[in-house]
T-cell receptor, first 111, second 118 residues
Framework: NAGVTQTPKFRILKIGQSMTLQCTQD?????MYWYRQDPGMGLKLIYY???????DKGEVPNGYNVSRSTTEDFPLRLELAAPSQTSVYFC??????????FGPGTRLTVT | AQTVTQSQPEMSVQEAETVTLSCTYDTSESNYYLFWYKQPPSRQMILVIRQEAYKQQNATENRFSVNFQKAAKSFSLKISDSQLGDTAMYFCAFMDRYSGAGSYQLTFGKGTKLSVIP
């Protein structure tokens, strides 16, 4: 039982490039989330999903897209990367009956 | 919308001493979860303790305990016998228990940076 896994751990992007952050959970959780954490700040919700095929925007969705084709996977797509997207990204999941479980995070730098 | 406030951006404590981190929240819901998460320099988000709002008894996990005051909407974390490994950012978080239009989303405070001094 690996919990929530994220790849890559680190990435440097040039302005205008695109990339996908991968997230997988093996706990059969319906609910999955993407957060970003800027330096010295708490976590802000980007997108979430309540089950396969269903996604919705969180607090800070601009510049991002998601998909949820399976229960296990919830990739986050960055299109046309901008310096403002430099952050640490966390994926999380929950069954809804207890806490959210977090992945180890991806540190992204856009230069 | 729920809000979570942590009024102490930074705190320090001597090793083996006790420290209390404050958290207040605002909600119109009656049934919810509250959490304290720890984020060490490794960045991993680690659950410290969980409290269900319908339970009157304060949660305890080894050296960690909470003081949950539902009417006052207060949820403080007490760390006893502080250890060097407790040095981390601590986040208070709120989760509505009923999905409804939401989806068990977490609302986080801005965090308290705790330093344990040898």
């Amino acid at each position: 039982n690996a919990g929530v896994t994220q790849t890559p751990k680190f990435r440097i992007l040039k302005i205008g490039q695109s990339m996908t952050l991968q997230c997988t959970q093996d706990m059969n959780h319906n609910y999955m989330y993407w957060y970003r954490q800027d330096p010295g700040m708490g976590l802000k919700l980007i997108y979430y999903s309540v089950g396969a095929g269903i996604t919705d925007k969180g607090e800070v969705p601009n510049g991002y897209n998601v998909s949820r084709s399976t229960t296990e996977d919830f990739p986050l797509r960055l299109e046309l990367a901008a310096p403002s997207q430099t952050s640490v990204y966390f994926c999380a999941s929950t069954s809804g009956q207890s806490e959210q479980y977090f992945g180890p995070g991806t540190r992204l730098t856009v230069t | 919308a729920q809000t979570v406030t942590q009024s102490q951006p930074e705190m320090s404590v001597q090793e083996a001493e006790t420290v209390t981190l404050s958290c207040t929240y605002d909600t119109s819901e009656s049934n919810y979860y509250l959490f304290w998460y720890k984020q060490p320099p490794s960045r991993q988000m680690i659950l410290v303790i969980r409290q269900e709002a319908y339970k009157q008894q304060n949660a305890t996990e080894n050296r960690f305990s909470v003081n949950f005051q539902k009417a006052a909407k207060s949820f403080s974390l007490k760390i006893s016998d502080s250890q060097l490994g407790d040095t981390a950012m601590y986040f208070c978080a709120f989760m509505d228990r009923y999905s409804g239009a939401g989806s068990y989303q977490l609302t986080f405070g801005k965090g308290t940076k705790l330093s344990v001094i040898p």
